[in-house]
């Protein structure tokens, strides 16, 4: 096989992988709160019962999206980068 079907295969191969791990984290019921909510858990920040998350449309770039989260606790604005922890700052 010659390097540029290796390569071809290879992104085939992880794009699938990615359009079918959305379709599972969608079909098993995780939204946005819950997955934004569940990452700044993993950095070590409290968010007791995430109630919406709406995304900033003005902060926001096209790898860099920024969300306000809402929790029973805190609201939070949650600045995202590819393979990078998120930013969080509470805002109330």
């Known amino acids: 096989m010659s390097k540029s079907a290796s390569v071809?295969?290879?992104t085939l191969l992880i794009l699938?992988?990615?359009?079918?791990?959305?379709?599972?984290?969608?079909?098993?019921g995780e939204t946005p709160k819950d997955m934004l909510a569940a990452q700044i858990r993993s950095q070590g920040i409290v968010c007791d019962k995430p109630q919406s998350a709406t995304r900033d449309a003005k902060r926001s770039?096209?790898?860099?999206?920024?969300?306000v989260l809402k929790c029973e606790?805190?609201?939070?604005?949650?600045?995202r980068y590819p393979d990078m922890a998120a930013k969080v700052q509470q805002l109330r």
């Open 8 to 10: 071809s295969a290879s």
């Open 16 to 28: 699938s992988g990615v359009l079918w791990g959305g379709a599972v984290a969608r079909a098993a």
């Open 61 to 67: 770039k096209p790898d860099h999206e920024v969300w």
């Open 73 to 79: 606790n805190a609201t939070y604005r949650v600045s």
